[in-house]
């Protein structure tokens, strides 16, 4: 039907990059929907502790504080990041990524002590339907940070080799996205899992 | 020097903003449990309202989100998604507790 070359079958390349970013928010809203699947699950089996510990047991107030901070302040780095990729200011961008990774880890390492924690005390996974769904719900959360951790590594290596190219540019967007939609799941998380436990 | 390929499109003073209302609706939430000082169906209700204002200063402040300024099918995919979850935990919520009440009342 076209005669038309090659070259027109391929998207300008501004084009390009802003179907990648839609693709990655599609991908975003399908993982939201994971995650509200087990924050039905969660809820579901809140009340199903076995005869075992229950939230208010189990749950710290300030550990949980400390993991928001952790991911908060995270969130909020990550946008000086943003910011500086906007100035063109490779070393600052850098450095705020680097802080980013940073505090994500420290959450991470907090994520793991809490696990580790609650396995000594005999409350891992296996001990009742509660602690099945929390351990897969919070885990689940833990492992996307996790992966996000990697994704900053690999970033700061390609501003460092590659320089603040165009393709460069366009994956750190989608970096960003994906570090500030894991911050929201969070809210979740310490609203509905970690408060309620507590307030038991 | 500025040849970044995203010029323009962040700013600083909205991450700020954004970082200190999030903190605001993060120690309420907290503050409410830990001195338990009201009752807990009272402090449950704050905190799921703390939350959705939170959730809504995430997505204005670090997504960007804007009615205007974001495009349509990214609204449209995330009203989509809204409308999912919505379904997905109230429903399972509904259905798991009348259940529980139709078993063992």
Known sequence: ?200 | MNNAPTAGRYSLKRYLGGYVLALLLTAIPFGLAATAALPRHSVLIAVGAAALAQVLVHLRCFLHLGLRTTAPERLLAIAFAAVLILIMIGGSLWIMFNLHYRMWV
């Open chain 1, 1 to 200: 039907m076209s005669i038309a070359g090659k070259d027109t079958a391929v998207l300008p390349e501004a084009d390009v990059y802003e179907q990648r970013a839609l693709g990655f928010w599609l991908y975003l809203m399908s993982d939201a929907i994971i995650f509200a699947l087990l924050f039905a699950t969660y809820l579901v089996m809140v009340g199903n502790t076995a005869g075992g510990p229950g939230g208010g047991d189990l749950f710290s107030l300030s550990h949980t504080f400390g993991e928001t901070l952790l991911l908060l302040t995270s969130s909020l780095t990550f946008g000086l990041a943003s910011v500086a990729l906007d100035s063109g200011n490779r070393r600052q961008l850098l450095g705020w990524l680097a802080v980013t990774f940073a505090l994500g880890l420290g959450f991470v390492a907090m994520e793991l002590r809490e696990f580790h924690g609650l396995i000594a005390l005999g409350a891992g996974p296996e001990r009742s339907g509660f602690l099945s769904a929390f351990f897969t719900l919070v885990g689940t959360h833990g492992l996307h940070v996790s992966a996000g951790l990697v994704f900053i590594l690999v970033m700061m290596a390609q501003v460092a080799v590659k320089g603040l190219s165009r393709p460069v540019a366009s994956r750190l967007e989608r970096l960003g996205l994906f570090w500030h939609f894991l911050d929201i799941v969070w809210i979740g998380i310490f609203s509905a899992v970690y408060l309620p436990g507590i307030l038991q």
